[in-house]
């Protein structure tokens, strides 16, 4: 029951980790302020440049998350059977897909050194989401076969 509840938990906290800054980037000079960057304004200045990373990025951070939580959910409430399972966690793997670009972005730009990044706790909350998304999935494969 509890692994229910909180796979529903994240069809909150996935939102929340979209708005929340994942990074603080700006120029690696004095006077100049850091901006905030979160996966909606990320996503927002990757329309205006590159449509199709834009509907990748958006498919592995929103879609491929969202669609896992609500086929997990809907597995745990006995609306689908157990052996789509395997396809959802597919979906877990690829948003953590997108975690991992996200960190790459970060690694690269500060080993350049023109520009200042500051990882931000929308980050951290993104991951946790992504990596509780994967846990509640093994939890509930287990669960399931005993």
């Not at 980037?25 to 990320?42: C, R, T, Y």
């Not at 927002?44 to 879609?63: N, S």
């Amino acid at each position: 029951m509890t692994l229910r509840y909180l796979n529903l938990a994240l069809l909150i906290a996935f939102p929340i980790a979209w708005f929340a800054p994942l990074m603080h980037a700006g120029i690696n000079l004095p006077l100049f302020g850091l901006k905030e960057v979160s996966v909606v304004s990320g996503l927002q200045a990757l329309w205006e440049t590159d449509v199709i990373l834009a509907l990748l990025v958006t498919f592995f951070a929103v879609f491929a998350p969202i669609l896992k939580v609500l086929g997990l959910a809907l597995i745990q409430f006995g609306m689908m059977r157990r052996r789509m399972l395997p396809a959802f966690n597919v979906l877990g793997k690829l948003a953590m897909a997108d975690v991992f670009l996200i960190a790459l972005y970060i690694v690269i730009v500060k080993g350049v050194g023109l520009a200042k990044i500051e990882t931000g706790w929308g980050l951290y909350l993104f991951t946790a989401c992504v990596l509780t998304s994967i846990v509640l999935s093994f939890a509930t494969a287990k669960r399931q076969k005993a």
